[in-house]
């Protein structure tokens, strides 16, 4: 039976550097692509130990982390998704940042997901803020490395009530697994109020 557990201060501190492997290890498959290593990781994590807000969702299988979801208030991560959201009319204080779901691919299809983001959203929820957004990486439909059987997100995504926000499209650098330097990526932001 898998436990999908909320952490907060001191458990979700520990979790992060399992985080941080299950976030090589995901993203590493389309549509990221990411070809991450754990000292990046672990200096990208630290919002989440510097924020009293942050929060860490994981879904463990006797005691082993096999899912993570992550959230902190948007100001949080201003330097690199403020701009984006500039146009939206919202202040920043107002919108929780659910930033990654994670999840192993032979745990998915068991409602996990739902569980990932039904606990970011009663977090923000009781933080007062009113708004919840993500962002997605924008790749193009024939994009060399997608597989065969790839099935994006968005119909998951658009049933748990989130939209993609027109020109809210955040750049973010990394290196491709098929690339031998970082390149700029686009994010797609989407949104849902609370």
């Known amino acids: 039976m898998i436990r999908v557990a909320r952490l907060t201060g001191k458990d979700l501190a520990a979790a992060l550097p399992d985080v941080a492997r299950l976030r090589i290890e995901v993203f590493r498959a389309f549509p990221y692509l990411y070809d991450g290593d754990l000292a990046y990781e672990e200096a990208y994590l630290q919002v989440y130990r510097d924020s009293d807000a942050a929060i860490v969702v994981g879904a463990f299988d006797e005691g082993r982390l096999i899912g ?20 939206t009319g919202l202040a920043l204080e107002r919108i929780f940042y659910c930033a990654e779901s994670v999840l192993l691919p032979d745990y998915r299809g068991q409602g996990i997901g739902h569980r990932f983001f039904d606990l970011r959203e009663d977090h923000a929820r009781s933080l007062g803020r009113t708004h919840c957004a993500f962002c997605g990486v924008v790749r193009p439909a024939d994009h060399p490395l997608r597989p065969d059987d790839y099935r994006p ?21 990394w290196k491709d697994i098929d690339q031998s330097h970082e390149t700029d990526h686009s994010l797609q932001f989407w949104m849902r109020a609370l």
């Open 153 to 173: 997100l968005d119909a998951f995504w658009r049933k748990r009530g989130y939209a993609p926000v027109e020109g809210a499209v955040a750049q973010f650098r």
């Open 68 to 87: 993570a979801a992550t959230g902190t208030p948007m100001e949080d991560h201003a330097d690199e998704f403020g701009a984006a959201l500039a146009g």
